[in-house]
């Protein structure tokens, strides 16, 4: 069973770190853009950040210069190192990325189960 596994949320104060971890296992045969969502209450889920197999990456306007996102192809992990975290950040973050699974070869996307941040003092 493919899935996807997430760590590192919790309670940070404002202009404090977090750095939130995701590792897809199971029976993988190729993983495409990894990415970072995230939902706050009331709000649709918006894309954060996300980052191509060759590296190459994209951010909401409201996290550039603030969050970093990186993979680990070997470990089929994704990484998103938040800095500088306002209260504005509090939500759930949810990794996602497109997966050919490695058993009857189909794309499919799939989520973490999600972590709660909150940005508060």
Do not use: H
Request: hydrophobic share 35%.
């Amino acid at each position: 069973q493919l899935q996807f596994v997430e760590s590192g949320g919790g309670l940070v104060q404002p202009g404090g770190s977090l750095r939130l971890s995701c590792a897809a296992s199971g029976s993988i045969f190729s993983v495409n853009s990894m990415d970072w969502y995230r939902q706050a209450p009331g709000k649709q889920r918006e894309l954060v950040a996300q980052i191509t197999n060759g590296g190459s990456t994209i951010y909401a306007d409201s996290v550039k210069g603030r969050f970093t996102i990186s993979r680990d192809n070997a470990k089929n992990t994704v990484y998103l190192q938040m800095n500088s975290l306002k209260p504005e950040d509090t939500a759930v973050y949810f990794c996602s990325s497109l997966i050919r699974d490695g058993t009857v070869m189909n794309w499919g996307r799939y989520w973490g189960q999600g972590t709660q941040v909150t940005v508060s003092s």
